[in-house]
Antibody, heavy 119, light 109 residues
Framework: QAQLVQSGAEVKTPGASVKVSCTASGYTFTSYYMHWVRQAPGQGLEWMGIINPNGGATTYAQKFQGRVTMTSDTSTGRLYMELSSLRSDDTAVYYC????????????WGQGTLVTVSS | QSALTQPRSVSGSPGQSVTISCTGTSSDVGAYNYLSWYQQHPGKAPKVVIYEVSKRPSGVPDRFSGSKSDNTASLTISGLQAEDEADYYCCSYAGSPYVFGTGTQVTVL
């Protein structure tokens, strides 16, 4: 049974960076893509980007280009999403979500990581 | 890439059917059959209930069904039950990015 476990809540000041981790287990790490999706308080889901752990290729949503970096570490089974130049409207729950192929459904989700940006 | 359009809320009594629409464009919903639906209960991570327009993952009740016509997809919940009360989001592959719908709150009266 696949499982995605994310790192704990973070509080950051405007202008700082945050790095959220997602530890995958229960499946072959390099056989599945990983998406990052965020949800601001009381708002809808927003797709941020995708990484292929088999090689590390990434595609980011245009909105986050230049501010987001997604990486993977095959030795530990961990994926990371780093968001820089944080603003108050980056306050959200950040999720990692697995997909079997490009275009495929997000079949397993992490529990979410709350990132609060406040001065 | 703009969010797909969903009604803000729909409601129905137990046992009734409700349908949620998801309207996009010929570049996303109309272009691909990679259209999925996610159910999200308060404080929980989303869960897939329909993928590739009309396929149900194992474990999802058959009262959930999906369809698509041109640039609009639909999710129908037949025989509405109390546990179906949640937020629902459509999501479409759009060639490289993905795009979610605005979300619909389903209320069981």
């Amino acid at each position: 049974q696949a499982q995605l476990v994310q790192s704990g809540a973070e509080v950051k000041t405007p202008g700082a960076s945050v790095k959220v981790s997602c530890t995958a287990s229960g499946y072959t790490f390099t056989s599945y893509y990983m998406h990052w999706v965020r949800q601001a308080p009381g708002q809808g889901l927003e797709w941020m980007g995708i990484i292929n752990p088999n090689g590390g290729a990434t595609t980011y949503a245009q909105k986050f280009q230049g501010r987001v970096t997604m990486t993977s570490d095959t030795s530990t089974g961990r994926l990371y999403m780093e968001l820089s130049s944080l603003r108050s409207d980056d306050t959200a729950v950040y999720y990692c979500a697995r997909a079997g192929r490009y275009g495929g459904k997000f079949d397993y989700w992490g529990q979410g990581t709350l990132v609060t940006v406040s001065s | 890439q703009s969010a797909l359009t969903q009604p803000r809320s729909v409601s129905g009594s137990p046992g009734q059917s409700v349908t949620i629409s998801c309207t996009g464009t010929s570049s996303d919903v109309g272009a691909y059959n990679y259209l999925s639906w996610y159910q999200q209960h308060p404080g929980k991570a989303p869960k897939v209930v329909i993928y590739e327009v009309s396929k149900r993952p194992s474990g999802v009740p058959d009262r959930f069904s999906g369809s698509k016509s041109d640039n609009t997809a639909s999710l129908t919940i037949s025989g509405l039950q109390a546990e179906d009360e949640a937020d629902y989001y459509c999501c479409s592959y759009a060639g490289s990015p993905y795009v979610f719908g605005t979300g619909t709150q389903v209320t069981v009266l």
